[in-house]
């Protein structure tokens, strides 16, 4: 049994909002929109294949600010036992020069971040640091580093887990090629456009997350149809305010094949193609 969100609770008495040697916040700059992870290419250990598993750290938070031992996001298998590492996909590679880390358990045990070199296929260290308890809150770890030379779709994160006692969980991982924060404090990052973004995982079975923003509210209609160009799902047809939804579709007595789906909003319509593999 998961017993984590009980331990170490008591260890740390002062709450440390990041590393020592994490580059300093510019008080004047404003918030970037940030790419959340569509895959995961690889990690060392997780939890389970759904709780607490690896894909929990895909797309937008849906954890964080929330502290504790929750099953939405990323743990390891174990505790303490070795280091740890996670390794994430992003669509529609940029050059980055920022790398937001929503820990929501026992933060502080990212002490390297790896972006992958598309010339040569090796990693590159972007950042590196010192493993050290932040306390017991849950916080956006952003560093910084100069703006890579290349466009990037991979990222690595290592977690020295023997330093900070218990499991280091791991909600979303946000890049950008600009800061994300004001300094000393989180700022909500501003949506400034319409999307649908690609479901995860996918292909999928029996079921998938969709998600998508909206920068104002209104009417939106989210479907899903088969081959044929029939509806076989009407997954949201209501009025949602501005921001990321998140939506999940199991397809109960969908046979494997190609599907479509499709949102609408008054100024927007996109389609994605998902893939069910039973």
Known sequence: MKYGRLLFLTLT????????????????????????????????????????????????????????DIA?????LTQDDQREFLELWYSNPARISHVAIYETYNPGAVDTIYVKNPNT????????????????????????????????????IAIN?????????????GISDSPIMTAGHEEEIPIRSFELRQNYPNPFNPSTTIEYQLPH??????KVFNSLGQVIATLVNEHQGAGIHKINWKADGQPSGVYYCRIETDRFRETKKIILLR
């Open 13 to 68: 008495f002062f709450s440390l909002w990041a590393h020592q040697s994490l580059a300093q916040f510019t008080p004047t700059l404003e918030s970037a929109a940030l790419r959340y992870a569509d895959s995961v290419v690889a990690f060392s250990t997780q939890w389970s294949p759904t709780s607490w598993s690896a894909q929990q750290a895909l797309g937008s938070p849906n954890t964080y600010p929330n502290y504790g």
């Open 161 to 173: 887990s023997p330093i900070v006692p218990s499991w280091n969980e791991i909600d979303a991982v």
């Open 121 to 156: 296929s090796l990693w590159e260290v972007a950042w590196s640091g010192t493993a050290l308890s932040a306390g017991t809150t849950s916080r956006i770890f952003q560093v910084s580093f100069p703006l890579t030379s290349f466009n990037v779709s991979e990222i690595r």
């Open 72 to 76: 939405t996001a990323w743990a390891s």
């Open 217 to 222: 509210s209104g009417l939106v209609s989210l």
